[in-house]
């Protein structure tokens, strides 16, 4: 059995299982006339998403949108295969990404040559997708699900540059992609993913503070599920990369620059310690593979800002 659930009006979560470790990754399925699902995962959970969509009592078939928020391969990766089974759907894709679903040999040249070969096997392979079914969204778009359901694309680099958050009329929440963080609720832990390819620290802020102003009722994660503390966990994400920069300034101020990553890294994994015994798989993951990249991506950006 997936473990799917209803996180608010007409809105279904699937954890889709990400890299086998349950409470990584989630999926979401929107049920109205034009049914649609964001953030599919790679294509090593697509059997999960599909199996997850049948649970709820709809069919692949009837899925009109994809949509991703940004291209990486946790994301993204899996649209394609997904495809065969939702014939009728349309992949909606920020515009500075979508050029990498239609042609993702960069995108996957981008992955090995940063996280190695392994990675493709962790993720599946990546099927490209025909130019006209891929839809190009902008800033202030709009996708009208039905009449009680309007989805409007906001612009939110910062995590990357080809990021989208989706914010929902039905229920007055925001789909956050990776420009918030990694959250586990109820722990009190949410740890901003700083990739080396595009993290702006600038953007990011400004990012958190454009979500601050919508109001929204409630996040939904993709890594993973759901608050409506939102407000606070907003700010807990803002906290957390002025936290990192300050690590980084007292580092540059101690001419220890060498050893800033290595504090930043230390710095996150002592937040996680509350999920290393109770979630080890999640923990692992997160202690050694995304928070050494994030510790990489701040200390890129800050030599290119202090030419450091």
């Known amino acids: 059995m997936?473990?799917?659930s209803e996180v608010a009006e007409n809105i279904y979560m699937?954890?889709?299982?990400?890299?086998?470790?349950?409470?990584?990754?989630?999926?979401?399925?929107?049920?109205?006339?034009?049914?649609?699902?964001?953030?599919?995962?790679?294509?090593?959970?697509?059997?999960?998403?599909?199996?997850?969509?049948?649970?709820?009592g709809f069919r692949p078939e009837d899925i009109a949108y994809i949509i991703v928020t940004h291209i990486h391969l946790d994301h993204a990766g899996g649209a394609g295969v997904l495809l065969r089974d939702m014939p009728r759907a349309r992949v909606v894709v920020h515009h500075r990404g979508a050029r990498h679903l239609v042609d993702p040999s960069k995108?996957?040249?981008?992955?090995?040559?940063?996280?190695?070969?392994?990675?493709?096997?962790?993720?599946?392979?990546?099927?490209?997708?025909?130019?006209?079914?891929?839809?190009?969204?902008?800033?202030?778009?709009?996708?009208?699900?039905?009449?009680?359901?309007v989805l409007s694309v906001i612009d939110a680099p910062g995590h990357v540059s080809h990021e989208l958050c989706i914010f929902e009329s039905r229920n007055r929440g925001v789909f956050?992609?990776?420009?918030?963080?990694?959250?586990?609720?109820?722990?009190?832990?949410?740890?901003?993913?700083?990739?080396?390819?595009s993290f702006d620290l600038e953007l990011y802020v400004s990012t958190l503070q454009r979500l601050m102003k919508l109001d929204a009722a409630i996040?939904?994660?993709?890594?993973?599920?759901t608050s409506r503390r939102v407000k606070?966990?907003?700010?807990?994400?803002?906290k957390e990369l002025r936290d990192r920069e300050a690590i980084v300034n007292e580092a540059a101020s101690e001419d220890a620059l060498d050893r800033a990553a290595e504090r930043i890294i230390a710095h996150a994994r002592r937040q996680l310690e509350p999920i290393r015994e109770e979630m080890p798989s999640l923990y692992d993951y997160w202690a050694d593979a995304s928070i050494p990249m994030s510790?990489?991506?701040h200390m890129k950006y800050y030599r290119e800002r202090h030419n450091a």
């Open 2 to 4: 997936v473990d799917i």
């Open 14 to 56: 699937i954890d889709n299982r990400l890299y086998s470790i349950p409470e990584f990754g989630s999926t979401y399925l929107l049920d109205e006339d034009r049914k649609a699902l964001v953030d599919p995962g790679p294509a090593t959970s697509a059997s999960v998403v599909l199996d997850g969509i049948r649970q709820a």
């Open 107 to 149: 995108l996957i040249s981008s992955v090995i040559e940063t996280q190695g070969e392994q990675a493709m096997v962790r993720n599946g392979p990546v099927v490209a997708i025909e130019e006209s079914t891929v839809q190009s969204v902008f800033d202030g778009d709009t996708l009208k699900l039905g009449d009680g359901q």
């Open 176 to 197: 956050v992609g990776d420009a918030v963080g990694n959250f586990v609720a109820g722990r009190g832990i949410l740890v901003p993913i700083t990739p080396p390819s």
């Open 219 to 225: 996040i939904y994660f993709s890594h993973f599920g």
């Open 232 to 238: 606070e966990e907003l700010e807990m994400a803002a």
């Open 295 to 297: 510790a990489a991506g």
